[in-house]
């Protein structure tokens, strides 16, 4: 869900705005993280899917559309630290136009199903309704957790990390929105990507984690986030950031370190830890998945102005002027 | 939420079909009712209203379609007799086009936030993009109660009542959708529905009500969903039905109690009870609410098949051919 985030972008000025702040006794953690925490440990976020903002029908099958909402919306949930239980999926479904292949409702819900499924969760209702217009599915996942991780934990000093290589999802909308075709692993990366809910435990459960972020945004903007909220700079090592080799062999290395910082939708995580608390072996074993320290958090955010910067190749330290991708700005 | 009702429209065949049934350990009540209700008490829904499906711009202002959003929503926690506490509200939000006036999304959001604070509830987040078509908004409400009151508990016998007069909103739209502009009583019924929240509370405290639904279809086919989910048939007395009196003013009395059958959207509730339990005017008094007996559940569904029958005036018992409205279905 892209709620309340501290970015600079239109969207999250005008989210600010819309959303208050008037918690009540049952919740425990409202507007401004990943996802709304209830009492009783229930997290709750919901997350919208437009057709032509999000996905185009073009590049997605019916049941990757579906599994995309899902992991989505679920992700928000691995951001919290919170292992899933409940989804429910709203869709507002257009009439086939000239030209478009009909739309199969049933084929969505399999893929959000498929995708509640992968983390243990259970889709236990949602609505239906016709669109006049494009395709719009809004996927809401409810989660437990005793321990919800934030984003305002990060401290002076402490490690910046990521589970994964990033700017293959973003590269393959790139290659799309040019007249190609994406081959396999960038495509997978795009359609299929999935939700880090058991990584995001394992970190709770060994309690090294001081802030958690899904990467949605970029690692720009989602560093940016935790760092706002924190109330830190965070300095991102630019050789440090693990870049999907596809994209490397597709685009050469400066965009595709491009596309990892500011492309976005890679749904890895960005956590924050003290230094060196992570064993990155133990962790590969255990969940597949190769963690990379891609920065550190040094020092607090200078005259209340939360910054990130990138630390080149050469050595030269540069403040991050973009965020990442705004579906609701210019574009 | 439009949830695997069990009425005949497409839509519902679509739902039941769509939503599966495999509910895990923290999940008390799956799909098939109001709302889904998860451990600890949480009740959770969905509801997509659609800009030219539920609504057009023309008819309301900001504040009115996100009020109307939000209550519809709300409406679904008073159907399982929960309090409301959190909502979640996303919109896609269209761009100005040829002649639109802009869509203010701040306003939206103080219609949603106004409404669940008229049932003691908070907006906890969202989620907002753009729209390539028509507005959008997925409202999420969660509440908690002790005693969900699910659509089953309806028994040979029981009497069944509403909790106020019929047909106002869809007079209203009726009215617009010839051309004209309706008086201020059926507008209001349209744009500025009451989640009957405490008067659900009351009922139940009470303990006076075996199954309960608010009316979003209309009665002909909510006490259908009743009838079905509870395995009997209902017979409505035509001449019990409560007739908003503008509604008559404007179409006339057997137009009128056609829209009070068929209309939808009104947002009072239905609910059945042991017969002669029901202390009629303290609950007027209490709750400002009259309520009327419309029906009595008679017998069994006859060959596993549930039925609405109705009792004309002049003594006769017809089938109610015709469900509530259908946005799924031709129209």
Same mark, same amino acid.
């Given at each position: 869900?892209?709620?309340?985030?501290?970015?600079?972008?239109?969207?999250?000025?005008?989210?600010?705005?819309?959303?208050?702040?008037?918690?009540?006794?049952?919740?425990?953690?409202?507007?401004?993280?990943?996802?709304?925490?209830?009492?009783?440990?229930?997290?709750?976020?919901?997350?919208?899917?437009?057709?032509?903002?999000?996905?185009?029908?073009?590049?997605?099958?019916?049941?990757?559309?579906?599994?995309?909402?899902?992991?989505?919306?679920?992700?928000?949930?691995?951001?919290?630290?919170?292992?899933?239980?409940?989804?429910?999926?709203?869709?507002?479904?257009?009439?086939?136009?000239?030209?478009?292949?009909?739309?199969?409702?049933?084929?969505?819900?399999?893929?959000?199903?498929?995708?509640?499924?992968?983390?243990?969760?259970?889709?236990?209702?949602?609505?239906?309704?016709?669109?006049?217009?494009?395709?719009?599915?809004?996927?809401?996942?409810?989660?437990?957790?005793?321990?919800?991780?934030?984003?305002?934990?990060?401290?002076?000093?402490?490690?910046?990390?990521?589970? +994964?290589?990033?700017? $293959?999802?973003?590269?393959? /909308?790139?290659?799309?929105?040019? &007249? %190609? !075709? #994406?081959?396999?692993?960038? =495509?997978?990366?795009?359609?299929?990507?999935?939700?880090?809910?058991?990584?995001?435990?394992?970190?709770?459960?060994?309690?090294?984690?001081?802030?958690?972020?899904?990467?949605?945004?970029?690692?720009?903007?989602?560093?940016?986030?935790?760092?706002?909220?924190?109330?830190?700079?965070?300095?991102?090592?630019?050789?440090?950031?693990?870049?999907?080799?596809?994209?490397?062999?597709?685009?050469?290395?400066?965009?595709?370190?491009?596309?990892?910082?500011?492309?976005?939708?890679?749904?890895?995580?960005?956590?924050?830890?003290?230094?060196?608390?992570?064993?990155?072996?133990?962790?590969?074993?255990?969940? +597949?998945?190769?963690? $990379?320290?891609?920065?550190? /958090?040094?020092?607090?955010?200078? &005259? %209340? !102005? #939360?910054?990130?910067?990138? =630390?080149?190749?050469?050595?030269?330290?540069?403040?991050?002027?973009?965020?990442?991708?705004?579906?609701?700005?210019?574009?």
């Amino acid at each position: 869900m892209k709620r309340v985030k501290l970015g600079k972008g239109g969207e999250f000025d005008l989210i600010r705005r819309l959303v208050g702040n008037d918690d009540g006794a049952d919740i425990a953690l409202g507007p401004g993280d990943d996802a709304a925490v209830l009492r009783d440990g229930w997290v709750v976020t919901t997350d919208l899917s437009v057709e032509d903002v999000h996905f185009r029908r073009k590049w997605l099958n019916d049941e990757e559309i579906g599994w995309r909402a899902g992991a989505v919306a679920l992700s928000d949930l691995a951001a919290m630290a919170a292992t899933p239980v409940a989804v429910l999926v709203s869709m507002a479904v257009p009439r086939p136009a000239g030209g478009d292949r009909a739309l199969d409702p049933e084929a969505v819900q399999r893929g959000v199903r498929a995708a509640a499924f992968s983390v243990g969760a259970t889709v236990v209702g949602g609505d239906l309704t016709r669109s006049p217009g494009p395709l719009v599915i809004d996927v809401v996942a409810l989660g437990r957790t005793a321990w919800p991780v934030q984003r305002d934990g990060a401290e002076d000093g402490d490690d910046v990390w990521v589970t +994964g290589p990033l700017g $293959a999802s973003a590269a393959a /909308v790139a290659i799309w929105e040019s &007249g %190609g !075709e #994406p081959g396999p692993e960038l =495509r997978a990366a795009y359609a299929h990507p999935e939700p880090r809910v058991s990584a995001a435990c394992g970190l709770v459960e060994q309690e090294v984690v001081d802030a958690l972020i899904d990467l949605s945004d970029g690692l720009a903007g989602d560093a940016g986030h935790l760092a706002a909220a924190s109330g830190v700079a965070i300095v991102l090592d630019e050789e440090a950031i693990p870049v999907a080799e596809a994209v490397v062999s597709a685009f050469g290395l400066e965009r595709a370190r491009d596309l990892a910082l500011h492309g976005g939708e890679d749904y890895e995580l960005c956590f924050v830890t003290d230094p060196g608390v992570v064993d990155v072996s133990y962790f590969e074993k255990k969940y +597949g998945l190769r963690l $990379a320290k891609v920065g550190t /958090v040094e020092g607090l955010a200078v &005259g %209340g !102005e #939360p910054a990130v910067r990138i =630390r080149r190749a050469d050595g030269t330290v540069e403040e991050l002027q973009r965020g990442g991708f705004d579906h609701w700005g210019p574009s």
